[in-house]
């Protein structure tokens, strides 16, 4: 019977550790979203709203960490010679102070909505963008952080005739 239990044993803390593994790694801490317009006017300011999912139990560093040592999430879309971004809006952080830290941290739990201001250059002709961006951050939970990661992300905007 000691012999079964202890079996049981071994195998719950294998499945234990390998689900808290498989969820530690550093790009399966946040899911990214785009929500842009249907279509775009040619003239026009316009947003993209880039929302960071951040798992349960984690958070991210917000884009100005109080500590100069941690990493900061950026927002940034790829050099594209038919768009000029001309804003980039950081929703404001919680601060909170964690087991580990002796003083305040700025972070994002939960969801942090990122808007992109930008406009289509003059002169572009195509009705179709695609836009690539990137999301870099470090993940950490009340304990420790993991090591920081850059996460790709795209999406297409349509354009007015």
């Known amino acids: 019977m000691k012999i ?12 234990i550790n390998q689900n ?13 979203k785009v929500k842009v317009p249907k279509v775009v006017p040619k003239n026009k300011l ?3 709203e880039v929302i960071l999912q ?14 100069e040592s941690l990493t900061p999430t950026v927002v940034t879309l790829k050099d594209n010679s038919s768009i000029k971004v001309l804003k980039t809006i950081y929703p404001e952080p919680i601060l909170t ?3 580990f830290s002796q003083t305040q941290m700025a972070l994002y739990e939960d969801e ?6 930008f ?10 963008i695609k836009i690539r961006g990137e999301v870099q ?6 304990q420790t952080c993991l090591f920081p990661t850059s996460k790709p992300f795209e999406f297409d905007l349509k354009l007015k005739k």
């Not at 951050?137 to 009340?142: I, K």
């Open 20 to 32: 808290d593994f498989s969820q530690s790694s550093p790009d399966k801490v946040v899911e990214i």
């Open 112 to 117: 942090a909505d990122v808007k992109i201001q």
């Open 54 to 67: 951040i798992k349960n139990r984690w958070h991210i560093n917000s884009n100005k960490p109080l500590d």
């Open 4 to 15: 079964i239990f202890l079996i049981w044993l071994a195998f719950f803390f294998v499945t």
């Open 46 to 48: 316009f947003e993209a």
């Open 137 to 142: 951050y470090q993940p950490c939970d009340n």
């Open 119 to 128: 406009k289509i250059n003059k002169g572009f002709k195509k009705q179709t």
């Open 97 to 99: 102070k964690l087991q």
